[in-house]
């Protein structure tokens, strides 16, 4: 979610002069939307990798899927990538 809500800001912000919307408010429709769609996207892959309420993946012997731990991966690299570039 919080991806999306990055690139939405960014994509918010670059089509704003195009149209007849301000930048701050280009920048807040693409959060909002950036948001969502991250929302639904998280809720797809854990739909796709079978977590349900109460049965997380790796517990009781399931297996956990190297899609949803791949997705941990990158977004824990990310956060750590841009806290180096401070």
């Known amino acids: 979610m919080l991806g999306g809500a990055v690139a939405g800001h960014f994509l918010g912000t670059a089509a ?6 301000g930048v701050a408010l280009g920048g807040l429709i693409g ?4 948001g969502l769609l991250g929302g639904v996207l998280a809720v797809a892959l854990l739909r796709a990798c079978r977590v349900e309420e109460g ?3 790796g517990q009781a012997d399931r297996p956990y899927p ?14 750590f990538v841009l806290v180096l570039m401070r």
């Open 16 to 21: 704003a002069p195009s149209t007849r919307l």
């Open 31 to 34: 959060r909002l939307v950036g």
């Open 55 to 57: 049965s997380w993946p």
């Open 66 to 79: 190297r899609l949803l731990a791949a997705l941990y991966l990158a977004v824990t690299l990310g956060l």
